[in-house]
């Protein structure tokens, strides 16, 4: 807001009588006196009849944007209403209606809420439900409303309500689950939920026979339109997010940075901002910056997306302008529930910059770069001090109980490092997975209510049969939604050469498809100990991986779709096509899948000593002696080659990482989880064009730019991978200097200084003989060319590392050498390292034939100890 010198005098007046109004009774007035201060006003002492009315005006003119078509604020368990501010909950006796059962209590609170709680008034009294009980709201517009929920369990009257447990749903989606709110700590749940119907009913029901469930008071308030949009850029792979409009959002975290706290009477949706010290990792790296002058906003930027005092203030670079070294990047954490999705959102204003194109850097969501060389005057057309936000979504396979936001300085030239973030929203993404709790009743009641009806359903249920019968075979004929849906109509059975999947294309289990294939989920059931969570060794994309055993004993591993996954269907598909008709003994084995009850589950060999990776970083997993690397290295790049030459056309697997490389109880390798793998292309072409997945940090640069994909593309995966063994660390790491958090730029600039032994782990440093050294670097610098042309192919890279392996092991004696012959047999006679740079690759797949009647094909394997991100 901009006013003349008088109004700025009048404004002030109003804000110094409004940060005294109340004063004894309210004690969040910080952001108030950090307007007066931004903005140069004096403070003016008002009288006491002026107390009231400035207090009205102030929350006027800051709350005047937005107005709610919907707007239920109700005290609950209150016989009068309650005054926060200028917002009046309602007692929520005037609105007895609104209550759809009578077991329930109004109670005082005997303990002491704390004042500096905003509405500390509101947690005085509570409404506490013995049995399942609703409020219902009319809804006059539809679409997004928060719906906020206010408790603080502490005992009241003859309830103690500091242990209780209950769940609070919707007609549509479960808000909290066996919700259990902290002793005597007050806390507010913010959703943002779509409402398409023209009645909210909020349910609250005890869980347990002896639980009582309770609210304090709630919110339901319409949304802007334009608060969350339906799309936003997912984090890994980079891509479009679609679909947020329906999504269920539970606010985590919400925090200005660099500023005050922002309490509810300060926002324009009344939302309260958390301040950024406590999440900051070294709060010694950073500065917080504010901005007196006037905040512009970027087309779509309102103050109903954020208040402007979070975009004049600001956390930066504590060595910005000081240094041109800086080489720390500064690191908020969270925490989070793991294998869930989330949105977030940051919001940026350039407050710190004397001109435009002065600030460039780097942000991150945990090892992703999700904006590179950041120019925030190229997003406002070279406006400074111009408020914008930017959507992400991490997505359930890449959430792990910690999310690390960071930002860190650019890597170009000739720019002084820097970097801001002004504020930050993490919302859970609930989607409808939920489903709405059905309120438990008596046999009598039961009774009562079945037995008018029972006639009819009886009707119902012949008009079902019979319309059943008749559209049996158009039911079976039509393409199914991309919604959760088994993988076939009846399974692979003997009527049928295939199935269909979702996008109706025709789909059989290969060379090698049989009926042996299919498990019942009955068996898999007591397999995996009824899905038992604490039976759980990974999650991916797909879903969950349970461990197994069978019913003669077999370990397996059991990886159940999960029903929200996008990716889920495909992955089925390609997993079993792919699986079932490849045989190797450095690939994984497929046991099995079970398409009943709608269910997708693939079914696998167990690998007893998990990831590759886990045994390089990252965990207590016993570290790899160089020999054991070598080899491990060798069998993937077996698997690898087979992939690529082992059928009339290659198979690209596309997902080339340490976490897909897994180790039996012998430590032999074998390639994993084929999600997104892909048929090469025809003999007349050079290429297959598609859309770019992959991992971070591990990804072709070549497929990036030009989404032309090749087995070249798996070959420069594998480098990196080969680049990470030697290391040991992970392949971003936005926690270090910047020249070193990707691990391939930072790797060959040693190998092309010929120093590559300053980068090698310390652990084996000591034992790496220099000639095997030397051959591992070439061969990973030639696997991590800029262009797939001058790249060798996977025969190549094999022969490489058996050359590699013998040269090691000529110096590590006899019990090496043994182990050189047990992987593959090369001519003695190696007299110089130049002569050797490559060989045919019909010579390594000779070598590979003997792979494909191993043994270990039979057995079994573990998918990913940790979650992995495509």
């Not at 409004?18 to 931004?38: C, G, K, M, P, V």
């Not at 940075?257 to 926002?267: A, R």
């Not at 610098?781 to 000529?810: F, T």
């Amino acid at each position: 807001m901009a006013f003349s010198p008088m109004k700025r005098d009048t404004f002030s007046t109003y804000l110094d009588f409004a940060l005294q109004a109340d004063s004894r009774e309210h004690n969040d007035f910080t952001l108030e006196e950090s307007i007066l201060d931004d903005l140069g006003f004096s403070a003016v002492t008002p009288t006491a009849n002026q107390k009231d009315h400035s207090l009205s005006i102030l929350n006027r003119c800051i709350h005047c944007a937005f107005t709610p078509a919907d707007n239920y604020l109700i005290d609950c368990g209150s016989l009068t209403n309650t005054t926060i501010y200028n917002r009046v909950f309602v007692a929520d006796v005037s609105l007895s209606s609104t209550l759809t059962s009578s077991s329930n209590n109004l109670v005082n609170n005997s303990s002491s809420v704390p004042a500096s709680s905003y509405g500390a008034a509101l947690y005085q009294n509570a409404r506490v439900f013995t049995v399942t009980s609703s409020y219902s709201f009319q809804i006059n517009a539809h679409g997004r409303h928060f719906v906020r929920l206010y408790f603080f369990p502490s005992v009241y009257g003859n309830f103690n309500l500091t242990s209780t447990s209950f769940v609070v749903s919707t007609q549509d989606v479960v808000l909290l689950d066996h919700f259990q709110p902290q002793a005597n700590s007050a806390v507010v749940e913010e959703f943002l939920v779509n409402i398409t119907s023209d009645m909210l009913i909020l349910t609250f029901a005890p869980t347990g026979n002896n639980s009582i469930a309770f609210v304090n008071a709630i919110e339901v308030v319409s949304a802007p339109d334009t608060l969350i949009a339906d799309t936003a850029t997912i984090v890994n792979p980079p891509g479009k997010y679609q679909g947020l409009s329906d999504q269920l959002l539970e606010k985590i975290y919400r925090v200005n940075m660099g500023g005050p706290q922002i309490s509810p009477n300060n926002d324009t949706l009344w939302r309260n901002w958390e301040t950024d010290q406590k999440f900051l990792l070294n709060s010694a790296l950073s500065r917080s910056v504010k901005f007196p002058g006037k905040i512009s906003h970027e087309e779509g930027t309102t103050e109903e997306i954020a208040p402007n005092i979070v975009y004049s203030t600001a956390t930066e670079l504590a060595a910005a302008s000081n240094t041109s070294n800086a080489q720390f990047n500064v690191t908020w954490q969270f925490s989070v529930e793991a294998n869930s999705a989330y949105l977030i959102r940051f919001h940026f204003c350039d407050i710190v910059s004397k001109a435009a194109g002065n600030l460039y850097f780097n942000v991150y969501v945990n090892s992703w770069a999700v904006a590179s060389n950041l120019d925030l005057s190229s997003i406002t057309f070279g406006q400074l001090a111009t408020a914008v936000y930017m959507d992400y979504v991490l997505e359930a396979n890449d959430a792990s109980e910690k999310l690390d936001i960071s930002i860190g300085p650019s890597v170009l030239n000739g720019v002084l490092p820097d970097g801001i973030l002004n504020g930050l929203e993490i919302m859970k993404i609930n989607g409808s997975g939920g489903s709405p709790v059905t309120p438990p009743s008596s046999k009598k009641n039961l009774v009562i209510i079945v037995a008018p009806i029972f006639g009819v359903i009886a009707v119902t249920i012949v008009v079902v049969v019979a319309l059943c019968l008749i559209l049996r075979k158009r039911k079976l004929t039509k393409q199914y939604s991309k919604s959760w849906v088994p993988f076939s109509i009846d399974g692979f059975t003997s009527h049928s050469t295939g199935s269909r999947t979702s996008n109706g294309t025709a789909f059989t289990l290969g060379l090698n498809g049989n009926f042996g294939y299919r498990l019942s989920f009955a068996i898999l059931q007591e397999a995996t100990n009824n899905f038992d969570e604490n039976w759980v060794i990974g999650v991916g994309g797909f879903g969950k991986v349970y461990k197994g055993v069978l019913s003669d004993d077999t370990k397996v591993a059991v990886k159940r779709g999960n029903p929200k996954s996008q990716q889920g269907i495909n992955e089925f598909h390609t997993e079993i096509e792919l699986l079932s008709c490849l045989r190797h003994r450095h690939l994984v084995s497929l046991i099995g899948y079970c398409d009943e009850r709608n269910e997708m589950i693939l079914v696998y060999e167990y690998m007893e000593k998990g990831t590759l990776k886990s045994h390089l970083y990252g965990s207590d997993m016993p570290s790899l002696r160089w020999q054991q690397r070598l080899e491990i290295c060798i069998g993937a790049a077996r698997g690898l080659h087979y992939l690529h030459t082992g059928q009339a056309k290659a198979i690209i697997h596309r997902d080339v990482k340490s976490a897909n490389i897994l180790l039996d109880e012998t430590l032999s390798a074998k390639v994993a989880d084929f999600g997104l793998s892909k048929t090469g292309p025809e003999l007349d072409q050079t290429h297959v064009s598609t859309a770019v997945k992959g991992s971070f940090g591990y990804l072709d640069p070549e497929y990036f730019r030009r989404q032309q994909l090749t087995e070249k593309s798996d070959v420069y995966s594998f480098g990196v991978v080969l680049l990470e063994v030697l290391c040991a660390r992970p392949v971003i790491d936005p926690t270090l200097p910047r020249e070193m958090v990707n691990l391939a730029d930072w790797g060959m600039k040693w190998q092309k200084r010929g120093e590559l032994e300053h980068i090698v782990d310390s652990r084996i440093i000591g034992s790496i003989r220099p000639e095997s050294l030397k051959k591992f670097g070439v061969t990973i610098e030639k696997c991590l060319a800029d262009s797939g042309i001058e790249r060798p192919s996977m025969g190549d890279v094999l022969w490489n590392l058996e050359y590699a392996l013998q040269l090691q092991g000529a110096y590590a004696g006899i019990s090496e050498l043994n182990s050189i012959k047990r992987i593959t047999e090369l001519s003695p006679q190696v007299q110089n390292i130049n002569a050797f740079e490559s060989a045919p690759a019909g010579e390594a797949a000779t070598s590979l034939l003997n792979d494909l009647s191993d043994d270990s094909v039979n057995k079994v394997f573990s998918q990913l100890i940790k979650s992995e991100g495509r």
